[in-house]
């Protein structure tokens, strides 16, 4: 084996003409495909941590919530007791329009309790202005309206108040107090909080939705701690959802999408193990009078077969590595001066980062090995299949 590494090595290393030519093009081909390879689906990737990142820092982590009519509060003492909850925030959701002169906006407000410790730090943190007071609403729902805070609007009812003439809508002015931007479409353009218990006597009846936000130290371990939780309780009408179940159908679609893409791309390193293939062909000419002396001197058709497999594969593995380096260092520039800008009122970030996964890499690189030693392999057996008797004569 170490014979015909050195051989292989060397018969990379002695190459001019067309053949130097040929070699340069087969390498290049691979370093280029696995270098585009890996900052694309970096580039994928980067996406789906920044949109995880965006939803986890507006959206709770597990919402429990009830389809009979059980008091959750009492159940949320032993959620609490659980080591890796951290908050929980109860909420009471209802179906409301919000009304400024000729604008209309319909929301949902969810009702908290705004001395919940849980609601001063997630929406505090996300206030662009005015104070945790009053009515506080989205970005979006304030630009819609055109109000800020400070500002009056009218909050109307849907269920409305019965009359002998029909329902007539229940309608209240009330203060804007804060305005919060999340970044996240379905929060800000449509989620408004109000105090508990105005809420409740401003709504009386109705539709109305009772739940349980609970925040958790690693989000990314949302589903034991959901098990956890459905063990604890014991209740099977309460509904428990992580923020992986509710953001599945998205996250399952990407990733789906990057599948299909890195399929797609490895037919790059397809067209450029062809160059190997040609290589090797062109390698298998130029050496048929070393292939003939080699076996003379008793070297068997595996070890020609090996040489000239060494041959395609090395072109690989250092185009591979030598890849591998490049799309690093492009990432670290992509990353650092934010080269990839986006709208951030569509993707809900400035720009896109640039992450390389380890998982990813291995794919890359195995995925090149293999279809190098395939394009190696054809051209190989030829060489070693040679006919020592006729070279000789020939020759």
Known sequence: MRIALKIAIRYLISVKGSTLLITLISFFGVFLSVCAILLTLGVFTGFQDSLKEKILSSAPHIIV???GFEDLNLFRRRIENIPEV???LPFTLYNAILVKEDRVQPVTIKAVS????AFKDIVGSQLVSGKLKGLV???GIADVLGVFAGDNVILVSPMGIRTPTGFVPKTKEVKVGGVFQTGSYDRDFVIAYMRHREAKRFFKRGFKFDGLEVYIKDPYTAQEV??????????KTLIVRSWIDLNRPLFNALQLEKLALFLILLLMVLVASFNITSLLFVKAREKVRDIAVLKTFGMKSADILRIFLLVGMTIGVVGSILGMAASFGIAYIINEYKIIRVPEEVYMMTHIPVHIKVTDLVAVFLGTLFLSFLSSLIPAMKASQENVVRVLRNE
């Open 65 to 67: 919530s009830s389809s």
């Open 86 to 88: 951290v908050e929980v």
């Open 114 to 117: 705004y001395k919940e410790k």
């Open 137 to 139: 609403i989205g970005k």
């Open 226 to 235: 959901k098990r956890k939780i459905l063990e604890t309780l014991g209740k």
